[in-house]
């Protein structure tokens, strides 16, 4: 049976709301594995996709399908102080746009990408990926999560950043 889109809908703008309240970006994975736990048991959320899916696949759908597109949304909110943090213009053209994590190419073949500094690792690999066909790994914002906030995460990311030859490494708080 295919979930209608109202209580699809419904239920994402509840857990989305939540997340906000909650500082979700900032959790750590525990805290969310508990509250992934709550809404699957929670008769309202979890009872109400259990009934267009099989029960054993709602965690999962909680977790791929209603909040990692809430990660992403905040993320994309961002970009405008992403490239303010790496002193790239509002009028500056980019050739290509990416998610996971997100990105730009610009014109010039600089490559810039960010998240939350939780996936700091995942984020730096990314960027070294991306430039490595005529372009240039220019710059990682990364937005603060709890990860890399004291002084010595910060200098094995650069240090991390250096050895891929990334050029720049910022962070919002």
């Known amino acids: 049976m295919r979930m209608p889109e109202g209580i699809r809908d419904q239920i994402r703008d509840e857990l989305?709301?939540?997340a906000e309240k909650i500082g979700w970006s900032h959790l750590p994975d525990s805290e969310r594995a508990r509250y992934y736990e709550t809404w699957t048991k929670d008769p309202a959320i979890g009872?109400?996709?259990?009934?267009f899916m099989d029960p054993r696949k709602v965690r999962v759908y909680i977790k791929d399908s209603l909040l990692k597109p809430y990660e992403r949304s905040?993320?994309?909110e961002t970009e405008q102080a992403v490239m303010g943090r790496l002193a790239i213009g509002p009028?500056?053209?980019f050739i290509q746009s990416y998610i996971k994590p997100h990105g730009?190419?610009?014109?010039?073949?600089r490559i810039v990408c960010w998240g939350n500094s939780r996936d700091w690792k995942l984020i730096l690999m990314t960027t070294f990926e991306r430039a490595?066909?005529?372009n240039r790994a220019y710059g990682v914002v990364l937005i603060e999560s709890g990860k890399t906030g004291d002084e010595s995460a910060k200098i094995l990311v650069r240090?991390?950043?250096l050895r891929l030859g990334?050029?720049?490494?910022?962070?919002i708080e």
Not at 47 to 51: A, C, N
Not at 104 to 109: I, P
Not at 166 to 171: P, T, Y
């Open 91 to 93: 009028d500056e053209q």
């Open 16 to 18: 989305w709301s939540t």
């Open 74 to 76: 905040r993320l994309s």
């Open 166 to 171: 990334i050029e720049r490494v910022e962070w």
């Open 104 to 109: 730009r190419k610009l014109v010039d073949g």
């Open 132 to 134: 490595q066909v005529r």
């Open 47 to 51: 009872g109400k996709l259990g009934h």
């Open 159 to 161: 240090e991390a950043a």
